[in-house]
């Protein structure tokens, strides 16, 4: 069965420190993988899907099959980027249905 | 564009009650999603419409769960009776086609039955 992980409920950082959000993954195909961000009051909202490789918000993530793990970065991070982030999976050629992780939230500090 | 909407926003029943949820998706979306988020885990599919038809409803507790998209816009989710572990966020999401990547997720419905 697909599964996502996102083993950290709650991660803390100071303004300009890196930022790392794991996720690994479970799927013995070929996935499509997704980060998405929900800020307070807001809906939840795409940040990035591993086929288009962009960098969103300063943000990248990369596939890493062997490792099955789709991990979040950001060089320095913002108070602005605080918010809860969601890893999901999608199965290649699927309905489109996400799997999704329990989220992480990440607390920028001043 | 207008983003997906919900109503109602929260809602507070008993248990053994019965409650329905409404979207409208995107215009033009042709694929609607209903998840249902309990606190504290990230959102579970219960059914996929593309249209009027229903593509995935294998997490959907069809003994007390019920959703229609009848003429392929709006949706209902339906839940009779009601219990207490049914107590979460329900959103609802729209895709322009299945299998497009990225979903439009509406505000969510709060439940919370007692």
């Known amino acids: 069965a697909q599964r996502v992980t996102q083993p950290e409920k709650l991660l803390s950082v100071f303004k300009g420190a890196p930022v790392e959000l794991k996720c690994n993954y479970s799927?013995?195909?070929?996935?499509?993988l997704f980060w998405y961000v929900q800020y307070s009051r807001q809906r939840l909202q795409l940040l990035l899907r591993h086929i288009s490789r962009e960098s969103i918000k300063g943000f990248t993530a990369d596939l890493n099959k062997g490792e099955t793990s789709f991990h979040l970065k950001k060089p320095f991070a913002q108070e602005e980027d605080s918010a809860m982030y969601y890893c999901?999976?999608?199965?290649?050629?699927?309905?489109?249905?996400?799997?999704f992780g329990q989220g992480t939230t990440l607390q920028v500090k001043p | 564009e207008a983003g997906v909407a919900q109503s109602p926003r929260y809602k507070i029943i008993e248990k053994r009650q019965s409650v329905a949820f409404w979207c409208n998706p995107i215009s033009g979306h042709a694929t609607l999603y209903w998840y249902q988020q309990i606190l504290g885990q990230g959102p579970k599919l219960l059914i996929q419409f593309q249209n009027n038809g229903v593509v995935d409803d294998s997490q959907l507790p069809k003994d007390r769960f019920s959703a229609e998209r009848l003429k392929g816009v709006d949706s209902t989710l339906k839940i009779q009776p009601a219990k207490l572990e049914d107590s979460a966020v329900y959103l609802c999401a729209s895709s322009l086609a299945q299998g497009a990547g990225e979903q439009y997720f509406g505000p969510g419905t709060r439940l919370t039955v007692t």
């Open positions: 799927y013995s195909g070929s996935p499509e």
């Open positions: 999901a999976l999608s199965r290649s050629g699927n309905t489109g249905k996400l799997i």
